[in-house]
């Protein structure tokens, strides 16, 4: 088996491609989030399941759905001071299951091998995006000091994944645990979708309270979509609604936050939303296809 990842999903058969899940342990004892963080997030969200999942019950979650999932962690290690999960073996792991899942890297920002750490994470390991927790990671998308991690991505023709919004990290806690919610303004990403037209961006989330500069990015940026993750669709705003349903139709992808929120519950939401007939399967997964480049 080769030691690189290559995608092997077959997509007519799957029923769903769930754009945004997350690895939280390397199953060594390891965990993306320190205990703390780990018991307020479980609190906020009200989920059963399991909590620390990794790549190999990620793969057995989504095979038993039909479903295919991009997986990824968050590296947060100067953000949160704790030691983030390795994207590296998180791609390896996921070449053994290549059949349904698709990993993305995550870099440090502020590491000072940020750059050549992505390039290898693409060249050498195969994943085919990044994700960036603006909030969780400390800093400003849009500071040209991160430039250079954009230029490297736009190079290799991968995607970068923001996180936008409110976050379940934190919330409740005193000062929220110090994470501050004004790196995850989606207006700062319009800035990186201009200067960086080759870059292909997600939104993650319905970036509440910014719902509304998310849908006029990604309605003014050709380079940028919105996934729909960590909230059940019958908390969506109606714009948000209305917008995936016409002029976003083919910009908005299904994405579940699991295990935070289950695409199980996810969908059953979803299902009860006014959404058109010809407009669902995009959303589930012929956005996600096209945009992953995986016909």
């Not at 029923?15 to 989030?33: I, K, N, Q, R």
């Not at 790196?183 to 800035?191: A, T, V």
């Not at 979708?193 to 309605?219: E, K, Q």
């Amino acid at each position: 088996m080769t030691t690189r990842y290559e995608p092997a999903i077959d997509v007519d058969a799957i029923v769903a491609l769930d754009v945004h899940t997350h690895v939280e342990s390397d199953g060594h004892g390891h965990y993306a989030l320190d205990g703390e963080l780990l018991d307020a997030s479980a609190k906020y969200f009200r989920s059963d399941d399991n909590r620390t999942p990794t790549v190999g019950d990620l793969a057995e979650y989504y095979r038993a759905r039909g479903m295919a999932a991009v997986v990824f962690t968050v590296d947060a290690t100067t953000g949160l001071g704790h030691p983030g999960l390795s994207s590296e073996e998180i791609a390896s792991a996921a070449v053994r299951h290549r059949d349904v899942l698709i990993p993305f890297g995550s870099v440090d920002p502020h590491a000072p091998d940020a750059v050549e750490r992505a390039r290898r994470l693409v060249t050498e390991y195969g994943v085919r995006g990044f994700k960036f927790h603006p909030s969780l990671q400390q800093f400003t998308p849009n500071d040209p000091a991160f430039y250079p991690l954009y230029e490297a991505l736009e190079e290799l023709s991968v995607i970068g994944l923001f996180h936008t919004g409110q976050t379940g990290i934190g919330s409740g806690m005193p000062g929220g645990r110090g994470i501050k919610l004004r790196y995850s303004d989606p207006m700062l990403l319009d800035d990186v979708a201009a200067d960086f037209p080759g870059l292909r961006m997600i939104m993650a989330h319905p970036a509440v309270p910014w719902v509304d500069a998310a849908i006029s990015i990604a309605t003014h940026k050709a380079n940028v979509y919105i996934d729909l993750s960590g909230w059940s669709p019958k908390y969506f705003p109606p714009q948000l609604v209305r917008q995936a349903n016409t002029l976003l139709k083919h910009k908005v992808l299904f994405g579940s936050d699991y295990p935070v929120l289950s695409p199980d519950r996810w969908i059953a939401a979803f299902d009860k939303l006014e959404i058109r007939d010809e407009v669902r399967p995009l959303i589930m997964k012929e956005n996600a296809i096209g945009l992953l480049g995986l016909r």
